[in-house]
C-alpha cells in the first residue's frame, strides 16, 4: 500500500483530521458503523489529540508527556489505520473523497484482478449467548485463505420465520475482510432463526457467487 499515514507527528495529526471529519460527515451515507466510529475511534482520537496538545509547550514537556504523546499515537494509528482500509475499498466513496482524505491507492496496473469465481464455505459458532460467530473461507481451497485478489465477504442475512426463496429476502448486509465475523443481537431475538449466505468480493469491488443459504437459531 502506498503511504496514507505520515510517520512525522504534525503531518499525522493534520492527516487524522480530515479523515475523521469527512468520516463523521458522511458516515451514514458511506454506510459505515456509527457505533464502532464512536465507541473506538473518537476516543482514541481524543486521546492523541489531548496528548498532542500538551506536547506543544517546549517549555513544559517532559519525558512523561512525550511517553505519553508517543503510546497514544500508537494506540490511536492501529485504529485509524483500519478505518483507512475500510475507506479505501467502500464502493460508496468516491475518488475525489479519497484524494480529499489523502487516502492512496495502490497501483494495480500490470496486475489485473479477476472477479471471484469460488464461493465461501463458511460455520457458525452458536456458542455464546446472544452471538452468532461466522468463520469463512474459500469453498475450493486447500488453506483458510482468501482466493487471490479478494478483499474480503459480503455477508447477507435476516431473521425470517421461513426459509427464504432467495438471497433478496436477506435484507442486512455486512462486509468483513477477515474471519471470522460476529453478528450481535438482543436478548428478545433469543431462539429466533436467521438465515445467511456470504460471497467473495474483490479489491475493485466485483463480486462472486453467493454461497447456500445457511440457518442457525440465536442462542
Given at each position: 500500500?502506498a503511504?496514507?499515514?505520515?510517520?512525522?507527528d504534525?503531518?499525522?495529526?493534520?492527516?487524522?483530521?480530515?479523515?475523521?471529519?469527512m468520516?463523521?460527515?458522511?458516515?451514514?451515507?458511506w454506510?459505515?458503523?456509527?457505533?464502532?466510529?464512536?465507541?473506538?475511534v473518537?476516543?482514541?482520537?481524543?486521546?492523541?489529540?489531548?496528548?498532542w496538545a500538551?506536547?506543544?509547550?517546549?517549555?513544559?514537556?517532559?519525558?512523561?508527556?512525550?511517553f505519553?504523546?508517543?503510546?497514544k499515537?500508537?494506540?490511536?494509528?492501529?485504529?485509524?489505520?483500519?478505518?483507512v482500509?475500510?475507506?479505501?475499498?467502500?464502493?460508496?466513496i468516491?475518488d475525489?473523497n479519497?484524494?480529499?482524505?489523502?487516502?492512496v491507492?495502490r497501483?494495480?496496473?500490470?496486475?489485473?484482478?479477476?472477479a471471484?469465481?469460488?464461493?465461501?464455505?463458511?460455520?457458525?459458532?452458536?456458542s455464546?449467548?446472544?452471538?452468532?460467530i461466522?468463520?469463512?473461507?474459500?469453498?475450493?481451497g486447500?488453506s483458510?485463505?482468501k482466493?487471490?485478489?479478494?478483499?474480503?465477504?459480503?455477508i447477507?442475512?435476516?431473521?425470517?420465520?421461513?426459509?427464504p426463496?432467495?438471497?433478496?429476502?436477506?435484507v442486512h448486509?455486512s462486509?468483513?475482510?477477515?474471519s471470522?465475523?460476529?453478528?450481535?443481537?438482543?436478548e428478545s431475538?433469543r431462539?429466533k432463526?436467521?438465515?445467511?449466505?456470504?460471497?467473495?468480493?474483490?479489491t475493485?469491488?466485483?463480486?462472486?457467487?453467493?454461497?447456500?443459504?445457511?440457518?442457525?437459531v440465536?442462542p
Amino acid at each position: 500500500m502506498a503511504r496514507t499515514i505520515s510517520p512525522k507527528d504534525s503531518k499525522f495529526h493534520e492527516e487524522q483530521g480530515v479523515i475523521t471529519s469527512m468520516t463523521e460527515q458522511n458516515i451514514t451515507q458511506w454506510g459505515l458503523d456509527r457505533t464502532w466510529f464512536e465507541s473506538v475511534v473518537k476516543p482514541a482520537k481524543t486521546g492523541w489529540e489531548n496528548a498532542w496538545a500538551a506536547y506543544q509547550d517546549p517549555a513544559q514537556r517532559t519525558r512523561v508527556i512525550t511517553f505519553t504523546k508517543n503510546e497514544k499515537r500508537e494506540t490511536y494509528e492501529k485504529i485509524l489505520r483500519i478505518l483507512v482500509q475500510l475507506l479505501k475499498y467502500n464502493q460508496r466513496i468516491t475518488d475525489e473523497n479519497r484524494t480529499a482524505m489523502g487516502i492512496v491507492m495502490r497501483n494495480t496496473t500490470g496486475t489485473p484482478v479477476k472477479a471471484p469465481k469460488t464461493r465461501p464455505e463458511f460455520i457458525i459458532d452458536t456458542s455464546t449467548i446472544r452471538r452468532l460467530i461466522i468463520a469463512f473461507w474459500n469453498l475450493t481451497g486447500r488453506s483458510k485463505a482468501k482466493p487471490h485478489g479478494v478483499h474480503g465477504a459480503e455477508i447477507r442475512w435476516a431473521i425470517l420465520d421461513h426459509p427464504p426463496v432467495s438471497v433478496e429476502e436477506l435484507v442486512h448486509s455486512s462486509f468483513d475482510t477477515h474471519s471470522p465475523f460476529e453478528l450481535a443481537f438482543d436478548e428478545s431475538e433469543r431462539g429466533k432463526t436467521v438465515y445467511i449466505c456470504l460471497r467473495w468480493e474483490n479489491t475493485r469491488g466485483e463480486k462472486g457467487p453467493w454461497s447456500e443459504i445457511v440457518k442457525a437459531v440465536i442462542p
